[in-house]
């Protein structure tokens, strides 16, 4: 069964950090660019980072840079975004998606878009709150 299942959510203090993981199987990621979402009540979804399939290129949405990193283990096939100085604005729920056809390129303007992702993980749930 083809399916991501994303990992490490909680309930955090502002200031807090926080490591999601995010783990295939069923396939392999090594060939995939790897895209985080989140979705917090009442807004719609929203691209947070997505990482090339070689693991060399990254993307963030601006309110994360400098505070969230993505990093992927193809060996563990596994993708992983660490997030420091959580703040209230991060709550949410968030999201693994697997996409294909990668080219820096194309995805340096198109990686927040849900519709370049085909496979999704169920999400788990991060609160900052104090």
């Known amino acids: 069964q083809v399916q991501l299942v994303e990992s490490g959510g909680g309930l955090v203090q502002p200031g807090d950090s926080l490591r999601l993981s995010c783990a295939a199987s069923?396939?392999?990621?090594?060939?995939?660019?790897i895209g985080w979402f989140r979705q917090a009540p009442r807004k719609e979804r929203e691209g947070v980072s997505c990482?090339?399939?070689?693991?060399?290129?990254?993307f963030y949405t601006d309110s994360v840079k400098g505070r969230f990193t993505i990093s992927r283990d193809n060996a563990k096939n596994t993708v992983y975004l660490d997030m420091n100085d959580l703040k209230p604005e991060d709550t949410g729920y968030y999201f693994c998606?697997?996409?294909?056809?990668?080219?820096?390129?194309?995805?340096?303007?198109?990686?927040?878009?849900?519709?370049?992702?085909?496979?999704w993980g169920q999400g788990t749930q991060v609160t900052v709150s104090s």
């Open positions: 998606a697997a996409g294909g056809d990668y080219s820096d390129v194309y995805f340096r303007l198109y990686w927040g878009l849900s519709v370049e992702y085909s496979i």
């Open positions: 990482i090339s399939p070689d693991g060399n290129t990254a």
């Open positions: 069923g396939f392999t990621l090594d060939d995939q660019a």
